[in-house]
């Protein structure tokens, strides 16, 4: 992507994080973007914009995770987790995360799979976890990779078998309208 802030990029006349806002704007007033650049365009989406804690700085989405749910009111008990490149899932996936971990109470957080990938950046987890994010993102850097953070907790997943609905926009290709939903 050249560095651009994807977020910001157009998909179909409209910038790829509103694809991801629309998905959780159903649900909660408590909307935080987690950003490092171009603050002054993602706040004018009207949520407020959180960059990584200093001392996470730059130390990828984990830190951004963290640094944007210690902004959140105490008493929220669950979290949806969305990246801004994935335009595509489904309407219901905000819900069916909700209702897994109501009827889960012992897991901690629940991941998106498809039929050959985890998708570790769409979670939903319970803000229980934050104390168990913080020692990891405070523990060596080399291991905060956000699946290896996620195998550390008491996860469950929900497979989706349409995996373009998780197609991740990573080209400028992707962009051009070349791909569809649910080609």
């Known amino acids: 992507m050249g560095y651009q802030q994807k977020g910001l990029m157009p998909l179909?006349?409209?910038?790829?994080?509103s694809y991801a806002l629309?998905?959780?704007?159903?649900?909660?007033?408590?909307?935080?973007i987690s950003a490092n650049k171009s603050l002054a365009q993602y706040r004018d989406f009207g949520y407020p914009v959180v960059s990584d804690l200093e001392t996470y700085a730059m130390r990828g989405p984990l830190a951004?995770?963290?640094?944007?749910?210690?902004?959140?009111?105490?008493d929220i008990e669950y979290v949806q987790v969305l990246p801004c490149d994935t335009p595509y899932l489904p309407d219901e996936l905000v819900s069916d995360f909700?209702?897994?971990?109501?009827?889960?109470?012992?897991?901690?957080?629940?991941?998106?799979?498809t039929e050959s990938k985890e998708h570790p950046?769409?979670?939903q987890l319970k803000m229980s976890v934050m104390t168990k994010l913080k020692d990891f993102l405070d523990g060596p850097s080399e291991l905060n990779r956000v699946m290896t953070f996620i195998k550390s907790c008491d996860y469950g997943t929900i497979k989706y078998s349409?995996?373009?609905?998780?197609?991740?926009?990573?080209?400028?290709?992707?962009?051009?309208?070349?791909?569809?939903k649910g080609q």
């Open 12 to 17: 179909h006349q409209r910038p790829l994080l």
């Open 22 to 32: 629309d998905k959780v704007q159903p649900y909660t007033k408590h909307i935080v």
């Open 64 to 74: 951004g995770i963290y640094s944007a749910i210690s902004t959140l009111p105490n």
């Open 98 to 113: 909700y209702h897994f971990l109501i009827n889960e109470p012992d897991k901690e957080m629940v991941i998106a799979v």
């Open 121 to 123: 950046v769409i979670m």
């Open 162 to 180: 349409n995996s373009d609905q998780f197609t991740n926009i990573n080209d400028t290709s992707l962009l051009q309208g070349n791909y569809q």
